[in-house]
């Protein structure tokens, strides 16, 4: 069946996703086990999953004929002002390069309108990677750092922004 991003239903998570956000973060290929369980973490403080729900968090996820086929998470970013970490993003892989990604990144930046001033993107410098930096450059992120390194040897840190001029300051 062929997906496309016109489909998808862009809607909030519940605890009952779980099993499918910790599927798809799993088969993605590209995540360490301990960077999985980072992940689950984030989605389960979200969603006050066996904890009281952190309010700094929010998700979104991409769902197609009853079945989630990505998710992201994002927040303000502590200690700024109208500065958000997009924490994660994860598309099944049989959804990849299908506009999921993308309907979920359009759907994070319609909700923090008027709010963001600066989006911050973390992600590796791995060759697995390389996918994941031109999706980021495709939507209007930019490079703003590289630490090399950083993950481990030959895995860099680069930090990718993008700015929002008609954004507010205050959050």
């Given at each position: ?17 779980r099993p499918a956000v910790e ?85 994070m930046e319609r909700r923090i ?46 930090t990718y922004v993008k700015r ?8």
């Amino acid at each position: 069946m062929n997906r496309t991003a016109i489909a998808l239903l862009i809607r909030p998570l519940t605890a009952l996703d779980r099993p499918a956000v910790e599927g798809m973060t799993r088969a993605s290929g590209v995540f360490r086990s301990d960077e999985v369980k980072v992940a689950l973490e984030v989605f389960d403080a979200a969603l006050g999953v066996g904890r009281p729900r952190d309010l700094d968090y929010e998700t979104a996820g991409a769902e197609l004929d009853g079945e989630v086929l990505g998710w992201i998470c994002w927040g303000p970013t502590p200690c700024t002002m109208g500065t958000f970490d997009l924490y994660w993003i994860v598309v099944r892989p049989d959804s990849q390069g299908q506009g999921v990604g993308a309907a979920l990144v359009e759907e994070m930046e319609r909700r923090i309108a008027g709010r963001v001033r600066i989006v911050v993107v973390e992600t590796a410098g791995r060759g697995e990677y390389a996918a994941t930096r031109a999706f980021y450059d495709a939507r209007g992120y930019r490079v703003a750092a590289r630490i090399a390194d950083y993950y481990a040897p030959g895995d860099d840190l680069v930090t990718y922004v993008k700015r929002f001029e008609s954004a507010t300051a205050g959050t």
